[in-house]
């Protein structure tokens, strides 16, 4: 036996143990691919209702499918910083320019995640600018006066549950 026949054996062997590594490999990198697309539409459609579940899962799902050290080291840096910005917000209601310095606050939230989307869609081949990112959102008026009740409603059951606000009872005589 020569060289030439040992060579067409082991081709005929591990060919199909080749074709199928080298198609699971592509299968995995299309299904990665298929995360990272969720994570950034995902984001991109709830970027104007940032406490959404659905926005906060794709937020908190960067660091596991963004986990190239060298292709996604700056969406993760960027991630980073915007976590950093969110979890560092130690603003008091009771300050005196609670107003203003929330508003700060979220205007630099707003630009944090602009900057995430625009890297992050850049790698997926997409070319926002960050203006259109910020500014190119649709909340129906409605929408949001629901979560404005919803949220008042909340916080007002809380008060009277937690014995902070008291229950108004008024008394009709007939």
């Given at each position: 036996m020569n060289l030439n026949d040992i060579l067409t054996i082991s081709a005929v062997?591990?060919?199909?143990?080749?074709?199928?590594?080298v198609q699971r490999k592509i299968d995995l990198s299309r299904e990665k691919?298929?995360?990272?697309?969720?994570?950034?539409?995902?984001?991109m459609a709830t970027r104007g209702n940032k406490i959404s579940l659905e926005h906060v899962q794709a937020l908190n799902s960067i660091e596991l499918f963004f986990d190239n050290a060298k292709r996604d080291k700056l969406i993760v840096e960027?991630?980073?910083?915007?976590?950093?910005?969110?979890?560092?917000?130690?603003?008091?209601?009771?300050d005196k320019d609670y107003s203003a310095k929330l508003a700060a606050w979220a205007e630099k939230a707003d630009d944090l995640l602009a900057d995430l989307l625009q890297i992050m869609?850049?790698?997926?081949?997409y070319d926002f600018d960050k203006v259109k990112i910020k500014r190119g959102i649709y909340i129906?008026?409605?929408?949001?006066?629901?979560l404005s009740d919803q949220?008042?409603?909340?916080?007002?059951?809380v008060g009277m549950f937690g014995?902070?606000?008291p229950l108004p009872i008024k008394v009709i005589n007939d």
């Open positions: 062997l591990f060919s199909p143990f080749l074709a199928v590594f691919r298929g995360h990272k697309l969720w994570i950034f539409r995902t984001l960027k991630w980073n910083e915007y976590l950093d910005h969110l979890v560092g917000q130690n603003l008091k209601t009771d869609g850049k790698s997926l081949g129906p008026r409605g929408h949001g006066e629901e949220l008042m409603i909340r916080k007002g059951l014995g902070k606000i």
